[in-house]
């Protein structure tokens, strides 16, 4: 079975730009989260979808974030527009749902703003 | 909001050597996961834990959880340097609705 993946891997862009991630759970996973993990601490959640529909965005910052799961498979998270203290490691997971479904993660995408 | 809390933050010990590490949740745990990371890397599940009380072991990893703690424990037996990595204990804050939250980490290190 495909794990859960995402692109790109790197990312460095300069503040005040844009910048997407991109997920692809595995298959059959109805349930999709983007976790946002700094350097020596525990992943954050900062959003949850059930299927297409987004249950849990209360952590996502909407001002500049934005995310996106239209046919309930694949998801975009975006940032526009980036500032400095966005540098991190975005990771998306998936999980069948429910209580007592383990996250599956991917390799995340490691973004630096310059 | 629950917070988890892992103990230690880093340890470093030599190859053989058992170790333990220790989550410790300010609420009520629905359920307690452990994975581990390495560094630029996903998180890779290891096992979750549902019932007070529950043990589970995987190769020569045990995990146990004791409710009325509010603790689980991590326990690695004769380490190798291949369990070297950080260690996450995750758990459900909300109550069985399927979104974790996560404790700061543990890094080990193995030396051979």
């Known amino acids: 079975e495909a794990g859960v993946v995402q692109s790109p891997r790197y990312k460095i862009i300069e503040k005040k730009q844009p910048v997407a991630f991109w997920c692809n759970p595995i298959?059959?996973?109805?349930?999709l989260y983007w976790y946002l993990q700094n350097l020596g601490q525990g992943p954050e959640l900062l959003i949850r979808?059930?299927?297409?529909?987004?249950?849990?965005d209360s952590q996502l910052p909407k001002d500049r974030f934005s995310a996106e799961r239209l046919k309930g498979v694949d998801s975009t998270l975006k940032i526009q527009p980036a500032e400095l203290g966005d540098s991190a490691v975005y990771l998306c997971?998936?999980?069948?749902?429910?209580?007592?479904?383990?996250?599956?993660f991917g390799n995340g995408t490691r973004l630096t703003v310059t | 909001s629950q917070e988890l809390e892992q103990s230690p933050q880093s340890l470093i010990v030599q190859e053989g050597k058992n170790l333990t590490i220790n989550c410790t949740s300010s609420?009520?745990?629905?359920?307690l996961y452990w994975y581990k990371q390495k560094y630029g890397e996903g998180l890779i599940f290891l096992m979750m834990?549902?019932?007070?009380?529950e043990e589970k072991s995987h190769e020569k990893i045990t995990a146990k959880l004791d409710e009325k703690k509010q603790q689980s424990s991590l326990h690695i037996t004769a380490s190798q340097p291949s369990h070297a990595g950080i260690y996450l204990c995750?758990?459900?804050?909300?109550?069985?609705?399927?979104?974790?939250?996560f404790g700061q980490g543990t890094t080990l290190q193995v030396k051979p």
């Open positions: 997971a998936s999980s069948l749902g429910g209580a007592n479904s383990p996250l599956h």
């Open positions: 979808y059930e299927n297409e529909e987004a249950v849990d």
């Open positions: 298959s059959g996973h109805n349930t």
């Open positions: 609420k009520t745990l629905y359920g």
């Open positions: 834990l549902q019932k007070g009380g």
């Open positions: 995750g758990a459900d804050g909300s109550g069985n609705t399927g979104k974790l939250i």
